[in-house]
């Protein structure tokens, strides 16, 4: 089992640039979370995707927008990137369950994103 | 909203020995989750131990455990026999566990473990 899986894992861009990030997720997870974290904090919620759709959002600016496939990987995208957008990029997977309680979210190994 | 707080930026144990480190939390839901991540250098996001709101029992986890204080929102993370890998990052979270708006995890800001030889 593969887990969760993030690339790239480093990524150097430009102020006003635009990034896409990617993710795929554990075998047998169908929801797919996007997480950033800023150098010395905890990780803030940015959006969930469930069945291709964005079902939950935090409070992020719409430059970032994401999308999920059929195969249930995902994409984070970020428009008119700012200096204050470097940060390490977390993407999560979980099963949303047929009527269960909660799984686990089980992390990637994140992609560190520098913006100059 | 919920939040999460944790107020020890940093903490140090001796190798063998144990080391508690601190969570409250506040949310007016009933029927949540609470976790403790670890993150070492390599940055991925490791799974330490969860707890469920409605079980009063605390969770183990082998040298890890905890104590959970619903009445007083505070989840606090034991561990004992601490060993050199321990030392990293380690994230409380919170998680509702409403279907269907599950995923949106609440962190702490997160405490920085050291181990000494």
């Known amino acids: 089992d593969a887990g969760v899986t993030q690339s790239p894992t480093h990524l150097i861009k430009t102020r006003g640039q635009q990034v896409t990030l990617r993710c795929s997720p554990k075998?047998?997870?169908?929801?797919v979370s996007w997480y950033q974290q800023a150098l010395g904090q905890g990780p803030q919620f940015i959006f969930q995707?469930?069945?291709?759709?964005?079902?939950q959002r935090g409070n992020f600016p719409d430059r970032f927008s994401g999308h999920q496939f059929p195969n249930y990987s995902s994409e984070l995208n970020v428009n008119a990137l700012l200096l204050g957008d470097s940060a390490l990029y977390l993407c999560?997977?979980?099963?949303?369950?047929?009527?269960?309680?909660?799984?686990?979210?089980?992390f990637g190994q994140g992609t560190r994103l520098t913006v100059v | 909203a919920q939040t999460v707080t944790q107020s020890q930026p940093e903490m140090s144990v001796q190798e063998a020995e144990t080391v508690t480190l601190s969570c409250t939390y506040d949310?007016?839901?009933?029927?949540?989750?609470l976790f403790w991540y670890k993150q070492p250098p390599s940055r991925q996001m490791i799974l330490v131990i969860r707890?469920?709101?409605?079980?009063?029992q605390n969770a183990t986890e082998n040298r890890f455990s905890v104590n959970f204080q619903k009445a007083a929102k505070s989840f606090s993370l034991k561990i004992s026999d601490s060993q050199l890998g321990d030392a990293a990052m380690y994230f409380c979270?919170?998680?509702?566990?409403?279907?269907?708006?599950?995923?949106?995890?609440?962190f702490g800001a997160g405490t920085r473990l050291t181990v000494k030889p």
């Open positions: 979270a919170y998680r509702s566990a409403r279907l269907y708006n599950n995923n949106d995890m609440r």
């Open positions: 995707y469930y069945e291709e759709e964005e079902r």
């Open positions: 949310t007016s839901e009933s029927d949540y989750y």
């Open positions: 999560a997977s979980s099963s949303t369950g047929q009527g269960t309680r909660v799984t686990e979210a089980f």
């Open positions: 075998s047998g997870h169908d929801t």
């Open positions: 707890q469920e709101a409605y079980k009063q």
